[in-house]
């Protein structure tokens, strides 16, 4: 059965820093693509950001609004899915979920999440 | 960007069937993922590549697409179903492909 559990959320006052884990178990996690995607209180779903299996290169991708603040990494040796928080701003507030990713024939979908960990940025 | 267009809401039934539109340009010729989120959970996959139900889904959910529009369709509505519903597709014209519609809120009276 494929398990994920967030951990790492909290409170932060905004410019601060947060860094998220992911503990992945019941499949193969150093071949899983894996991305985060947050959800804003009461609104839509917002992807973050990506890596890539080692084997398919493990580089990252991040959306606009987060890229050049957020940093996705993984330890493949602990099976672990890390998100580096930085410049943390008000509107980065959200439940963050982490996903395995499947890629095949030209598009993306994210078939298992986690349970996802609350980030709240206030002052 | 691509932009996915949901309604907020849909109500129906109990035993009734529900149809969860997502519109989009030319959307036909992309394959589309819907998630069921039910309060205070994560989001479940619930049909993938248009219609295809991933392994525990029941028969009830089905999805269909072509032209501008996607559709979920939940027959014999149970009141278990009552959730959020984000179609999601990958598009290589925008900034990053990945996009969710805004959500529909379906109801069971």
């Known amino acids: 059965e494929v398990q994920l559990v967030e951990s790492g959320g909290g409170l932060v006052k905004p410019g601060g820093s947060l860094r998220l884990s992911c503990a992945a178990s019941?499949?193969?996690?150093?071949?899983?693509?894996m991305s985060w995607v947050r959800q804003t209180p009461g609104k839509g779903l917002e992807w973050v950001g990506r890596?890539?299996?080692?084997?398919?290169?493990?580089?990252?991708d991040y959306a606009a609004p987060v890229k050049g603040r957020f940093t996705i990494s993984r330890d493949d040796s602990k099976n672990t899915l890390y998100l580096e928080m930085n410049s943390l701003k008000i509107e980065d507030t959200a439940v963050y979920y982490c996903?395995?990713?499947?890629?095949?024939?030209?598009?993306?979908?994210?078939?298992?999440w986690g349970q996802g960990t609350l980030v709240t940025v206030s002052s | 960007s691509y932009v996915l267009t949901q309604p907020p809401s849909v109500s129906v039934a109990p035993g009734k069937t529900a149809k969860i539109t997502c519109g989009g340009n030319?959307?036909?010729?992309?394959?589309v993922h819907w998630y069921q989120q039910k309060p205070g959970q994560a989001p479940v996959l619930v049909i993938c590549?248009?219609?295809d139900r991933p392994p525990g889904i029941p028969e009830r959910f089905s999805g269909s697409n072509s032209g501008n529009t996607a559709t979920l369709t939940i027959s014999r509505v149970e009141a278990g179903d009552e959730a959020d519903y984000y179609c999601?597709?990958?598009?290589?014209?925008?900034?990053?492909?990945?996009?969710f519609g805004g959500g529909t809120k379906l109801t069971v009276l």
């Open positions: 996903t395995t990713d499947q890629a095949v024939a030209g598009t993306i979908l994210f078939d298992f």
């Open positions: 019941g499949f193969t996690f150093s071949k899983a693509w």
């Open positions: 890596i890539k299996s080692k084997t398919d290169g493990g580089t990252t």
């Open positions: 030319n959307i036909g010729v992309k394959s």
């Open positions: 590549y248009d219609s």
């Open positions: 999601q597709v990958w598009d290589s014209s925008s900034d990053h492909g990945e996009v």
